[in-house]
């Protein structure tokens, strides 16, 4: 029996008085049917609308909305002109967020982003302070080409990331909510880039790879471009939308067994741990943080209410395991003399866990 037929109402997998069919029962009565309908439509207009803009890259469209619902930042890595910006444009269009753009630079400074203390008078003609708010107060902010700035510059993301605040002189700043990180970095071009720091890349709930384009889709984006037809986005959500959202998630069920698996996922990244596949102990430094199993989580909720469940199945934390550990799992020497894609080694540690859980 794999993991990826089984939803976690099998009956031998837990004591009675855990049991997840009496918590998916119960979990009738916190999440309405209404509620789970709801979102799945939402979320199929979100999808339609950004994709009447972006061709292709459904998996890109769909990994970015999920970490947007859970309030986590997402890394996109891809060559340039495959649309990573006019994604997140579209979707800050599309769910009437406030919408800045910052690109990285070797010379960008901290105070470039967060803002600085300015020497200003007032009406009596007296001098004072004043802080003038950098770009990063907004609510869906596109940190373009990260790696193309210093690490001290790029530290200055890491509180807004995690806790949401900016802090400068003393004082904190609390910014709107909901706030969203979405990076991009171009993984050929190495010439006067900063590799992201393990603190900073944790910090990105996903880090999604956008691929090419096929002869298909490629013809599609020649002749829309050429054609130049606008198109007027739809407002399908806005910024105290996403918020209920989220209350809404948090009522989704996640039994034990689906939980354990998702931790026994991220304990597979390491390679001293005794289920690690032989890949893992071959060429990983370290193995995933314990962001990562939160974020597993997180993702399987939002995955399983557009599946229109009330409950995390084991298949909804395989499905965007690649995007939670890929940048967190740390080549050893050997994996990076040889070029090895970790994506490819997450691949194995779902693997060697398919009819375990």
């Not at 298909?216 to 959500?237: H, Q």
Request: with cysteine.
């Amino acid at each position: 029996m794999t993991n990826e037929s089984r939803t976690p109402e099998t009956a031998d997998e837990v004591t009675a008085d855990e049991s997840p069919v009496a918590a998916v029962a119960t979990s009738s009565t916190d999440l309405q049917d209404a509620e789970t309908q709801g979102f799945r439509d939402d979320y199929e207009r979100i999808r339609d609308a950004v994709g009447s803009v972006i061709v292709g890259q459904h998996r890109v469209i769909d990994s970015v909305l999920t970490a947007m619902f859970c309030g986590g930042n997402v890394l996109l890595e891809g060559v340039p002109g495959l649309g990573k910006t006019e994604l997140v444009k579209s979707l800050a269009r599309v769910l009437d967020l406030d919408f800045r753009r910052i690109q990285f630079t070797p010379d960008l400074m901290p105070a470039d982003i967060i803002g600085t203390n300015i020497m200003n008078t007032d009406e009596s003609g007296r001098y004072q302070f004043e802080f003038r708010r950098g770009p990063i107060f907004t609510q869906l902010l596109l940190a373009d080409e990260i790696n193309r700035a210093s690490p001290k510059t790029q530290s200055a993301l890491l509180e807004t990331m995690q806790e949401g605040t900016v802090t400068v002189g003393g004082e904190v700043f609390v910014l709107k909510q909901p706030f969203f990180v979405l990076a991009t970095q171009n993984p050929i071009e190495q010439e006067g880039t900063y590799p992201l720091p393990e603190a900073q890349l944790d910090r990105f709930m996903f880090k999604v790879v956008v691929l090419g384009l096929d002869r298909e889709e490629l013809n599609e984006v020649v002749r829309r471009t050429i054609l130049k037809r606008p198109i007027e986005l739809p407002v399908v959500l806005d910024g105290n939308a996403i918020l209920r959202i989220r209350d809404t998630l948090d009522k989704v069920v996640v039994a034990d067994p689906v939980r354990d698996y998702a931790v026994r996922l991220v304990l597979a990244t390491h390679p001293d741990n005794e289920e690690a596949p032989e890949g893992i102990r071959q060429f990983v430094r370290w193995g995933a943080s314990p962001r990562a199993a939160q974020a597993l989580i997180k993702a399987g909720r939002v995955r399983a209410l557009a599946e229109g469940r009330a409950h995390v199945a084991f298949e909804d934390i395989d499905h965007f395991a690649t995007e939670v550990l890929q940048h967190r799992v740390l080549l050893n020497y050997d994996g990076q003399a040889e070029d090895v894609d970790v994506a490819a080694l997450v691949a194995d540690c779902v693997a060697s866990l398919v009819g375990t859980a």
